[in-house]
């Protein structure tokens, strides 16, 4: 580099390329897709705050003028997949930073339209929808001649995504979610984000997901595992079963071992436990057996001492855990099903945002924690550290729909004054999620027989 600080072009074998030192941007010629003369392409690798690193392509032809920009992720495939929920209340929710995998698929839920699987994109809300706005609203001259049908349904969709990118109050409010099954995609979050406005879960990925990926494993060799004893018809509680399964994080045959735990005046609870031998990925869930309940259950616990931080505590996957004193929540499905201590879990939550916020606080390239949000989560982590450490006082509510959560009680059969516990109806929402809208549980018999019979007058 020069000492006005101009590009240095170096030669490398069959590829000019070029390095600013100062960006760390690099440019190499590539083959133009659309004349195929020469183009160039540059590529900068930037770190994102509360994600990880990603890499922009830009590519230009200097021959037909044709450009091109995408965004690859930098990290290997995650573990699990994500995906992410917003409810967009103003203009300051579109200005949201976005990370989209070349394999996400983003839904504006409340349109019910989304955008397919395509090419990344490092972008906002208003950005994606405004992609969505010109790709639907550029052939609509086409359709109303080839599909006026198609041209109709399309007219007052484009015209509610016009009022979104012109900021019409009566837009407001909208649901987007970001779904990615290598967990490479992303919706920033808020430090003022509360309830169900911005959610985040989690999950396993498919073999057939895996498959799509490109990183499934031998479908033969989970087969052929040790399949346990099949002379075993019910669970021995306190007895460890091993299971053949994929793992999610490198897609090939791991153990899952599995017990049953009888937890005093609550129910039975299975605990799994995942661990590779390949590469070595290590995680634990819980699960709750049992019918499903006809209500919720909210659970609060007040911690005054550490004797109460040590309380076990059961946090199935569909809880939201909160506490108004640390100013945290935490949505169904983001830490899993969890049977430790209130201190383990508080642990748990502490690390894993930690990770998350501070790994790319102090970073030479791209975007930076701004000072005033660093502020912010250093208060959070110090109250945090303080509540684990039995300084200070606060309470704790867990919110399961299911009521398969748990505080352990230690008066029992005696009332513990410490935990309060309530209730409360469902809502339309919670069970469109947990798909209880859709289960029938009694005159499926009869449906069945009356599709069985349908069947040869259908023929």
Known sequence: MSADGEQVAFQKPGDLVERNEESGAMTMESLCMNCHENGRTTFLLIRIPYFRDVILEA?????????????????????????????????????????????????????????????????????????????????????????????????????????????????????????????????????????????????????????????????????????????DEEIVPGQVYSLPAECPACAKPCTVNMKQVEIPHFKEVLVFGTNCDHCGYKSSDVKTGGSVPEKGKRITLRVENEVDLARDILKSDTCALSSEELEVRVEPGTLGGRFTTVEGLLTEIRDQLHGQIFDFADTSAGDSLADSDKEKWDRFFKRLDLAISGELKFNITLEDPMASSYVQDLCAPAKDEQITTEEYTRTEEEEEELGLKDMKTEGYEADADQKEEEKPAEQ
């Open 59 to 231: 590519f230009e032809c200097e021959h037909c003028h044709f450009k091109n920009n995408s965004i690859k992720s930098a990290s290997q495939i995650q573990e699990k997949g994500s995906i992410y929920h917003l409810e967009v209340e103003n203009e300051a929710d579109l200005q949201r930073q976005v990370v989209r995998s070349d394999v996400s698929v983003f839904k504006l839920e409340s349109l019910g339209i989304e955008m397919p699987k395509g090419e990344g994109q490092l972008t906002t809300v208003e950005g994606v929808i405004r992609k969505i706005h010109e790709s639907l609203s550029s052939e609509q001259d086409l359709r109303k001649e080839q599909a006026p049908e198609l041209y109709e349904a399309l007219v007052p969709i484009i015209a509610k995504l016009e009022k979104i990118l012109e900021s019409d109050a009566s837009a407001f409010p909208f649901t987007i979610s970001l779904d990615d099954p290598t967990g490479n995609s992303w919706i920033a979050p808020t430090t003022s984000d509360a309830g169900h406005k911005y959610r985040r879960r989690d999950y396993l990925r498919t073999h057939e997901q895996n498959e799509e990926l490109g990183i499934a494993g031998d479908p033969n060799a989970v087969q052929n595992e040790q399949q346990g004893n099949p002379e």
